[in-house]
């Protein structure tokens, strides 16, 4: 029986792969623009790490296993969780802010779906050290700005704040567990136990009514100043926390982002996230249109941190690559310069020196390695998408030029075998 | 109690992966150069497709484990076995030679020691579809390029060959397990099993010190030929491999690599290698010192397929970032071209608005975040090697022009706001 790739991952040919490289340049020279510098952590982890950390959704999802010292071992579900981890153990001595990303793979058991696989990937950054406004606009911004780079023209930043749900919730005294299942019911969009939680704690249908349309109605950045009023005149405690989230959302601004929507009812699902929140949608992936989470959180008691302010997001890559192909953005290709075709053994050696000289500049170059007739070569260089072929055959060594052919048209010219990477240096 | 990382795995810091990242560039720059595309598998793999190819060795440092439907699962240990599966499953279908590399980590379960973790990272290629020797020669080739073109001054290339030594056994009636056994002990420099295996078959002291002299000297490329006719003394039969040794050697030669080493010890310790094989070391590295092995295999019976040549090599990633700081060569760094300060809430808005068009430019752009005083301002942006720092204070905006100060001489000028561009378009 032949061996099967496991269930709900992929591999990845040439096409794919040469696309994904390219997202990943695209979202790293952003981010080294912003002045972010990358980290690495290890594959797996210390299951204790994300069983201490995660909800009991995703320790269920969590790829668990013991190693030959019996050490329970995790493959990283995310890359939070290690980044800190990190930070905790080494990281602090570096001046903060600290500017950091990351590029990884990850691993969840869940049902193999469109978009949704065992192993993906996350782009993601940690902004550590500060939780100042212009700081967590300008991570929002960067995030803004990854998506927007590799050309998807339909997305939709939405900036939310637990921060001002909290603060409701605390003047109605709903607290502690209460105010978890508060928040895991509104991740879930789960109307019905939102309200019976409100009910529970004896707020009236009018309260209620005022809470279910903070946290349903989206409305675009330019409506906040209004929106804030009418908020204010319900919750006053309030005060701060909008001007706080007003000065964020003003400064995103700044960035030339001017078209965002505010949206409460974003929940972030986990159980760290304390401030603002956001996160990115890409109209054209349907029902898994989510590509960026993110906000402001604190781990500082699951690594014995004290006060250190952390805002962060994570970019689900395969997600990109897929919305790279349905926006039907340029094609990323397999680009190949030149294909040379030696003609004979005698011929190979001449061959050889001029694809090393071009190669030292810079140029693509295949050859024929395996002896075929000029036909079955022009296929392939064809299959290929060779921009040029070039032969060499006897006659060619014997007047010490090649016959250069460009595949798209057929022209064929004659180059000296010395003019050749001049040639190329201006026709490519 | 704080959370370790998993024994023998690594964190990797701005500086480690800023080096990594760099080196990654060089080696997938080589590869598409030589017409190589990228390729990607799953990071776990069937326990199956490592245990029928490996040898007990491998398999005892397997990380094994269970997925939750009961899937024997395995951390790839290495990248061919993934590569041939999925040409056997999917690429078998592209035109042939196909060209592959790729990228990945893999994971062994061994005493962790300098130079080997149990997470580690392979640069590799595989070469399928045919076994000419220009083929074999130009994955030689680019084996040697990817070393040469990370800066490694001091690096050897041994080419050996199984089939001569396969060969010879065979003309003395050593087959199977006994060969097995054979290649086993010379993997490992096992010389007193040699001589035993030897002796068994009846083997005369003369035949067994010739045959120790051939597996125990080295010797440069120049002397094949001289070596070629002692060895045809000894065994005539070995005329046609030998010629083709010798054509694969000339062949390497023509990519201008005219200094390597003839070292008939080369086992590779792997069952499925068949001829040709090579091994490259970085001399500064010490007892760890072998970068690169690789050569002719086949996978054909593990996957189905008939008379498929391959040819393949793996980089060790990691021994390649050890030996690019041993051998001293130069710092790659995170760079940094301009922190902007501004120096109130005010002044903010604009020192974003020359963010966003010098990152839209290219340049890597850094900004105070925590609203420090100019002294702490200057000592961060020394601290992060910034090239240039530019102040915008309350007269700066009025003047309509920023300070710009070079960081490493501490010279000052006046540039107004929409000249900076330019200016750093021509400075930096």
Redesign the interface.
């Known amino acids: 029986m032949?061996?099967?790739?496991?269930?709900g991952?992929?591999?990845?040919?040439?096409d794919?792969?040469?696309l994904?490289?390219k997202l990943e340049y695209l979202f790293?020279s952003t981010a080294?623009?912003?002045?972010y510098?990358?980290?690495?952590?290890?594959?797996?982890?210390?299951a204790?790490?994300f069983i201490?950390k995660s909800g009991p959704e995703i320790v269920d999802q969590l790829?668990i296993?013991?190693?030959?010292?019996e050490?329970q071992?995790v493959?990283r579900p995310e890359l939070t969780a290690p980044v800190i981890?990190?930070y905790?153990?080494?990281?602090y001595k570096?001046?903060?802010?600290l500017?950091?990303f990351y590029f990884g793979?990850c691993?969840r058991?869940e049902r193999p779906q469109k978009g949704r696989y065992r192993?993906f990937w996350q782009f993601g950054a940690e902004l550590i050290?500060?939780n100042?406004s212009?700081?967590v606009a300008?991570l929002v911004a960067f995030a803004w700005?990854c998506i927007k780079c590799v050309g998807i023209k339909n997305f939709e930043l939405r900036l939310g704040n637990l921060e001002i749900l909290k603060e409701i919730l605390s003047t109605w005294d709903i607290f502690g567990t209460e105010q978890k299942d508060f928040f895991t019911a509104l991740d879930k969009g789960d109307l019905d136990t939102l309200k019976l939680i409100l009910e529970d704690s004896g707020r009236t249908p009018e309260d209620i009514q005022t809470f279910f349309t903070l946290v349903q109605t989206k409305f675009k950045i330019g409506e906040l100043k209004e929106r804030k009023i009418s908020l204010l005149d319900h919750f006053p405690t309030l005060d701060k926390h909008l001007a706080r989230f007003e000065e964020v959302a003003e400064?995103i601004k700044?960035?030339?982002i001017m078209d965002f929507t505010i949206d409460f009812s974003i929940a972030r699902g986990l159980d760290y996230y304390t401030g603002i929140v956001f996160e990115i949608d890409v109209e054209s992936l349907g029902a898994e249109k989510q590509v960026c989470g993110g906000g402001e959180y604190s781990l500082d008691e699951?690594?014995?941190l004290t006060d250190t302010p952390t805002s962060g997001f994570a970019i689900g890559f395969d997600r990109v690559a897929l919305a790279y192909g349905m926006e039907g953005l340029e094609k990323i290709e397999?680009e190949?310069d030149i294909?040379i075709i030696p003609f004979s053994k005698e011929t190979?050696?001449k061959a050889?020196?001029i694809s090393?000289s071009l190669?030292k500049a810079?140029?693509?170059?295949?050859?024929d390695?395996?002896?075929r007739n000029m036909s079955k070569n022009l296929k392939?260089a064809s299959?290929?998408n060779a921009t040029f072929a070039v032969f060499i055959g006897e006659d060619e060594l014997e007047s010490g030029s090649a016959l250069v052919r460009a595949m798209s048209t057929g022209d064929q010219v004659k180059v000296g075998f010395s003019d050749l990477l001049e040639y190329f240096k201006k026709v490519i």
Chains 1, 2 share one sequence.
């Open positions: 032949t061996i099967q790739r496991p269930r991952t992929r591999d990845f040919n040439p794919d792969m040469v994904r490289r790293r080294l623009s912003f002045g510098h990358e980290v690495g952590t290890p594959t797996f982890e210390d204790e790490l201490r790829y296993f013991q190693d030959k010292a050490r071992l493959l981890r990190f905790a153990s080494e990281l570096l001046p903060k802010p500017k950091i793979n691993f058991y192993e050290g500060t100042r212009e700081g300008e700005y400064n700044m960035y030339n699951l690594f014995e397999n190949l294909f190979l050696k050889i020196e090393v190669r810079g140029f693509i170059v295949d050859m390695i395996k002896g392939f299959n290929r």
